[in-house]
């Protein structure tokens, strides 16, 4: 949270509204350290529940301390006024408001190249199994792509996971959906959360752990990163070649990992492309 809030809060207190001055007495009874001074001090957007059963007040008491953190109000449904004891719901929640501020940080982490390691295949194992209890009937497929799905080729150490659904309108719901994994989504920066392919993202500990791809099973985009992974595996010239490009890349878009990754198309349009004429 923005340690500036601490000075909205005050002002609040000293306006003398009562939505505030409750939540203060309350957490003088609790005990608990987390006063306005120890919430200026928290590093992650504020999230404020409050339960549907809740009376009115409690709301307005919730919406306001978002609005002077600069955090988020949620409803949780099902709750009272311990909206935090309804379990698995609020976890759900609480994850995907973690997962969503940890991916605000991370839109442009640098790029960073290592070796292949064949522990990439078991992360991406583990990934498919979380992502397909969580979507259910949701998904159609899922699949590994990009360079950590190719032995032998080194890759940014990050699982790319293509997740199949069956039209466009279902793209941003089944993304919703993996929230309760841990992966956030939010307007790329370059527009990539567009039409029928919404990204997501996970992380952990400060590190990029996976992208899902969510995207329609069968169209353009879902076909050709089949056939460029499948490409990349089956040609080893075309395995070094791509490698070497990736290298010289990284040296130009260190800190920028979008233009790496724009900067890669014309590789891969040529290769499909050569791919094609060759069957």
Known sequence: MDPRALGRIEALVAADD?????ALDELRVW????????????????????GARSPAAMHRIGENVARVTSGRHHVQRAAGHAAHLVGRPFRDVLCAH??????????????????????WARRYAH?????AEVLGDASVEIAHIGSTAVAGLAAKPVIDLMVGVTDAAATRPAAERLRAAGYAHRDHPDG???????????????????????????DTWWNEHLAFRDLLRDDPELRRRYEEHKRALTGRHHGDREAYTDAKTGFVTAALHAGRADR
């Not at 009562?18 to 409750?22: A, F, L, T």
């Not at 973690?98 to 522990?119: G, I, M, N, T």
């Open 18 to 22: 009562p939505g505030i001055h409750v």
């Open 31 to 50: 005990r608990t350290p987390l006063s306005p001074a120890g919430l200026a001090g928290v590093t992650v957007p504020v999230l404020v529940v409050t």
């Open 98 to 119: 973690v997962a969503d501020a940890e991916a605000r940080r991370a839109w442009r982490d640098p790029v960073e190249l290592v070796p292949h390691d064949p522990s």
């Open 127 to 131: 990934e498919r199994v979380v992502i």
């Open 192 to 218: 990539d959360n567009t039409g029928a392919h919404v990204f997501a993202l996970r992380r952990a500990d400060g590190r990029r752990l996976a992208h899902a791809h969510v995207v329609v099973h069968g």
